[in-house]
């Protein structure tokens, strides 16, 4: 059974920073290119970042230069480091894996809330 286990989730206050964590297994994390989405209450799932298995990342337009998504290979856990956070960015953040832009496996998400 495929685990992506997420962590570093809280409440912080606007202008505070999170790292999010996702730990998974030796073959998905070689395998597959790394994602954090996330979902805040009535809107749909989004992208906020991608890591390839090379390193090649990209973010969405409303999180750049405020987050970085790394990848520890040692670890196979991927990061998700957030700055300045505004209280637009509470969701839940779900971590997945997949070939290219696709997810084959998820995560159970991560609740993220951001108080002004």
């Known amino acids: 059974q495929v685990q992506l286990v997420e962590s570093g989730g809280g409440l912080v206050q606007a202008g505070g920073s999170l790292r999010l964590s996702c730990a998974t297994s030796?073959?998905?994390?070689?395998?597959?290119?790394m994602a954090w989405f996330r979902q805040a209450p009535g809107k749909q799932r989004e992208l906020v970042a991608r890591v390839t298995t090379t390193g090649t990342t990209n973010y969405v337009d409303s999180m750049k230069g405020r987050c970085t998504i790394s990848r520890d290979n040692p670890k196979n856990t991927v990061y998700l480091q957030m700055n300045n956070l505004k209280p637009e960015d509470t969701a839940v953040y779900y971590c997945g894996a997949g070939p290219g832009t696709l997810i084959a496996y998820w995560g159970q998400g991560t609740q993220v809330t951001v108080s002004s």
């Open positions: 030796a073959s998905i994390f070689s395998s597959f290119t």
